[in-house]
C-alpha cells in the first residue's frame, strides 16, 4: 500500500495540493490528465516509491487544489510545475505525465531546460493538423460528448461512477477505479471551457527539448507510430529520446497494460546516468 503525506503550496495566488512519499531518494513529479489527479498515479507510484521521492500534484482545476479562475491557460500550468519544484526544493527531478501532464512536462522542459533530469511522456495529446473541415467537426462532436459524459458522471455517487468506468473500460484493473472515480467528482467543470491544451504543434516542441524523453505511446491511443517515429526524427538534442508502443493500450496506457507499461519506464529509468 503506496504511504504518502499531503501538503499544500501557494503559488502565486493559488493554492496547489499535492501528496508525496518523501525519503531520501530522487524526486520525480508525476502529472496527471485532465479530470484525473494525483492519486490516480497511485498503482504505479508504489513501484516507483521505493527508489524515488514521489510527488503527485493536484493540477490547478482537479483535486484538492484551487479551481480554475478568469484569465486561466495552459501556461499557469507550466510555470506551477516550476514553482512547487522550486518551493519544495526538488534537485533535477524527472518528470512524468499522462495526456494533459505529458504536455505541460514537455513545455516545463523546453521553459525551465535546467529543471528536469528527464522527462516521460504518456500519450501526450500530439495529434496530426486535421485533413478536412469535416474531420474536425468530428473531432469536436467527439470532444463535446466526451466533455458531457465526464460531467455527467458529477452527478452519481461514487459506486455508481466506479460501475460505469467498468462498462466503459472493462479490461481495467480494479485498483485503479476508485481513484479515478475519485477525481471525476473533484475536478472543475469549466476545465473544457479554458485553454487549457498546448497550442504548439508537436513539430515545433520536440526540437526544443534538450533532456532525456521517452515517450510511450499505445497501439490505440492518440499518438501514432507514425507521430512517434517523426518525433523521433525532428530530435535535435545530444540527450537520448526513445519511443515505445505498448500492444493493445489506448490513451490511458498503463491502466491498459500496467506491465508492459512498468517494463519500459524502469527500462529507460535504469538506463539514466545517476
Aim: hydrophobic letters at 35%; proline letters at 7%.
Amino acid at each position: 500500500m503506496l504511504k504518502y503525506t499531503e501538503g499544500y503550496l501557494r503559488l502565486d495566488d493559488v493554492r496547489i495540493h499535492y501528496y508525496r512519499t518523501g525519503g531520501k531518494k530522487p524526486p520525480i513529479i508525476l502529472l496527471h490528465g485532465a479530470t484525473d489527479n494525483g492519486l490516480c498515479w497511485t498503482r504505479i507510484a508504489e513501484p516507483l516509491s521505493v527508489t524515488y521521492d514521489v510527488i503527485m500534484p493536484d493540477a490547478q482545476g482537479h483535486g484538492l487544489s484551487d479551481r480554475l479562475g478568469k484569465g486561466f491557460s495552459f501556461k499557469r500550468y507550466v510555470e506551477q510545475v516550476g514553482g512547487l519544484s522550486l518551493a519544495l526544493g526538488l534537485n533535477k527531478p524527472l518528470i512524468m505525465g499522462h495526456s494533459l501532464g505529458a504536455d505541460t512536462a514537455v513545455n516545463v522542459a523546453i521553459e525551465y531546460p535546467s529543471l528536469p533530469k528527464a522527462i516521460i511522456l504518456e500519450d501526450p495529446p500530439w495529434g496530426e493538423p486535421t485533413a478536412s473541415a469535416e474531420e474536425a467537426e468530428k473531432e469536436r462532436k467527439e470532444r463535446t460528448a466526451r466533455f458531457k459524459r465526464l460531467t455527467s458522471l458529477r452527478n452519481l455517487t461514487l459506486e455508481e461512477i466506479v460501475a460505469a468506468s467498468r462498462e466503459m473500460d472493462p479490461q481495467w484493473p480494479e485498483e485503479e477505479r476508485l481513484p479515478w472515480a475519485r477525481a471525476k467528482q473533484q475536478f472543475d467543470e469549466s476545465l473544457f471551457f479554458y485553454p487549457v491544451v498546448n497550442e504548439s504543434h508537436y513539430s515545433e516542441l520536440v526540437p526544443k527539448i534538450k533532456c532525456p524523453t521517452l515517450l510511450i505511446i499505445g497501439e490505440n491511443g492518440i499518438v501514432t507510430r507514425e507521430t512517434a517515429a517523426n518525433a523521433a526524427r525532428l530530435w535535435k538534442s545530444k540527450q537520448p529520446f526513445k519511443w515505445v508502443q505498448i500492444k493493445g493500450a489506448t490513451h490511458n496506457i498503463r491502466r491498459d497494460n500496467f506491465n508492459d507499461y512498468k517494463a519500459a519506464l524502469f527500462d529507460f529509468l535504469k538506463g539514466l546516468p545517476t
